[in-house]
């Protein structure tokens, strides 16, 4: 009978706010009124089915326009005084059945010309409203949350793929400018870097090009790229990492193009860290 949304954000139930929202929640009430209309519980089977379908098609929108809209309020007016939203809800429901008891003998008057008697109706109505308004009030509830649920993490998925995807534009951006200050026949695949002074010697699969820069500046233009430091003078790219080697206390890594690059104790732990054996 309510239909809200919880956003996790806020946690705010949402009324339908679109045209679209309100003729679903209206088709899906007119289907159920159908529906109830074909069961015929509480005794309706003894009237003609299209009068059974009438009244619960009359009971179930009557009941979305009541219990959505206070439903709705309830949850945003109680929140400052209840904080729990799940008894926000549990109180609006209660106080929206009070009223949709004293709607549904209304109905049967207007649809079976059913004297109106709302002490004795009102009693026999309520405990029926509370529970099936309450059950569907929760099942409205729980679907609407796990759809926001749902499309919140659709919205995160899209958030971590923009980043992933600026963060592999920039890596790339990056690398490009860092390649272009090597002379075109030594621009490929890189290998390593090493310290020279005032200089980067930058190690690629077609040889190696002295560029001036300091160290540090050239490991800031690779943060992204995937290799690690092994030694205060000494950068490797992961893809040309072929193995390790010990010897005693001693430990290098063997590169494919056949150079042999020290691990200082300082990086020892970071390059253990990255699982190279």
Not at 179 to 188: E, T
Not at 234 to 239: L, P, S, Y
Request: aromatic fraction near 10%; charge should be positive.
């Amino acid at each position: 009978m309510a239909n809200r949304e919880i956003v996790p954000t806020n946690q705010q139930v949402e009324v339908f706010t679109t045209k679209d929202k309100l003729r679903n929640a209206l088709v899906a009430s007119l289907a159920s009124g159908i529906l109830l209309g074909f069961l015929s519980p509480f005794g309706m089977n003894e009237v003609p089915m299209l009068w059974s379908m009438l009244y619960w098609i009359i009971t179930c929108v009557s009941g979305y326009l009541i219990y959505m809209p206070i439903v709705f309020f309830g949850h945003q007016l109680l929140a400052s005084i209840l904080p729990v939203q799940w008894c926000r809800i549990a109180l609006s429901t209660f106080i929206a059945s009070i009223l949709m008891s004293f709607v549904v003998p209304m109905i049967s008057w207007l649809v079976f010309s059913i004297e109106i008697n709302f002490s004795a109706q009102f009693l026999a109505v309520f405990p029926k409203a509370i529970v099936i308004g309450g059950v569907l009030t929760f099942i409205s509830f729980l679907q609407d949350y796990l759809l926001s649920q749902k499309a919140e993490l659709v919205t995160q998925k899209i958030i971590n793929e923009e980043h992933q995807a600026q963060v592999f534009k920039k890596t790339n951006l990056d690398i490009e400018e860092f390649m272009a200050l090597l002379p075109i026949d030594k621009r490929g695949k890189l290998i390593c870097l090493e310290m020279a002074d005032h200089y980067v010697k930058v190690y690629t699969e077609k040889g190696h090009h002295l560029v001036l820069m300091r160290f540090k500046d050239a490991l800031e233009k690779l943060a992204q790229y995937q290799g690690l430091q092994t030694h205060r003078s000494w950068w490797v790219a992961t893809n040309a990492i072929t193995a390790m080697k010990k010897d005693g206390r001693k430990a290098s890594l063997l590169l494919i193009n056949d150079l042999e690059v020290p691990i200082s104790r300082t990086y020892a732990e970071s390059v253990k860290a990255a699982n190279i054996h």
